[in-house]
């Protein structure tokens, strides 16, 4: 699976839109950008995925880069529950079941 | 839809005692992993079963760890003996034609 960079950790304004930036510079024609989040003390919960299209869902929308060498998740307005640890993940939708999680971004929304 | 369901949510046990994790999956989910996850290693791959047959454990630690799968509705993961450095969030998942479901974990503590 290609490597993926992201930030640390970031603040986000409860209401605001949320802005998650990740790098994924070796992705290969193939592979899937995934995301996913851990609440607190909770399993890890599944967000969006994309190829090369731009995506929404309820939950967020997922922003890729026309080289695909990096995307943005953006949750249009945070609440204070959307406060977690995000996961960018890359991989092969097909006959690949591994799931590699690195140490992620940790949001947290401020009232 | 419950999610997946994992037993006990928390276990504490002395080193050298054997210790049983179970899980059940979402129903018609065909592939169950067992992840664990630490401070120091974050999210780790353990064991990954499809359609009930183990396809890939090289995440097993070690032959005190043991999983199985009897049926598509149940899997256990057991170590024996325990030890300290076992103390861990074991994470169970199921995969659907999406994403991943995780269940809520079971925190193991081995003292």
């Known amino acids: 699976d290609a490597k993926t960079t992201q930030p640390t950790s970031m603040d986000c304004a409860e209401g605001r839109a949320a802005n998650l930036p990740c790098n994924h510079s070796?992705?290969?024609?193939?592979?899937?950008v995934y995301w996913y989040r851990q609440i607190h003390s909770q399993g890890p919960q599944y967000i969006i995925h994309g190829l090369k299209n731009n995506e929404t869902n309820e939950m967020a929308s997922l922003i890729i880069t026309e080289d695909r060498k990096s995307s943005t998740l953006i949750l249009p307005h945070a609440t204070l529950r959307d406060t977690a640890v995000y996961y960018c993940i890359v991989r092969a939708r097909l006959n690949d079941y591994k799931l590699s999680f690195g140490a992620g971004t940790t949001v947290t929304v401020r009232a | 839809d419950a999610g997946v369901i994992q037993s006990p949510r928390h276990e504490v046990t002395e080193m050298g005692q054997e210790v049983t994790l179970r899980c059940k999956p979402i129903?018609?989910?065909?592939?169950l992993f067992w992840y664990r996850q630490t401070m120091m290693r974050g999210l780790e791959l353990l064991i990954y079963f499809n359609n009930n047959v183990p396809i890939d454990d090289s995440g097993m630690p070690e032959d005190r760890f043991s999983a199985k799968m009897p049926n598509a509705s149940f899997s256990t993961l057991k170590i024996q003996p325990s030890e300290p450095r076992d103390s861990a969030v074991y994470f169970c998942?199921?995969?659907?034609?999406?994403?991943?479901?995780f269940g809520s974990g079971t925190r193991l503590t081995v003292v």
């Open positions: 998942a199921s995969r659907g034609d999406v994403g991943y479901t």
């Open positions: 070796t992705i290969s024609g193939n592979e899937y």
């Open positions: 129903s018609g989910h065909n592939s």
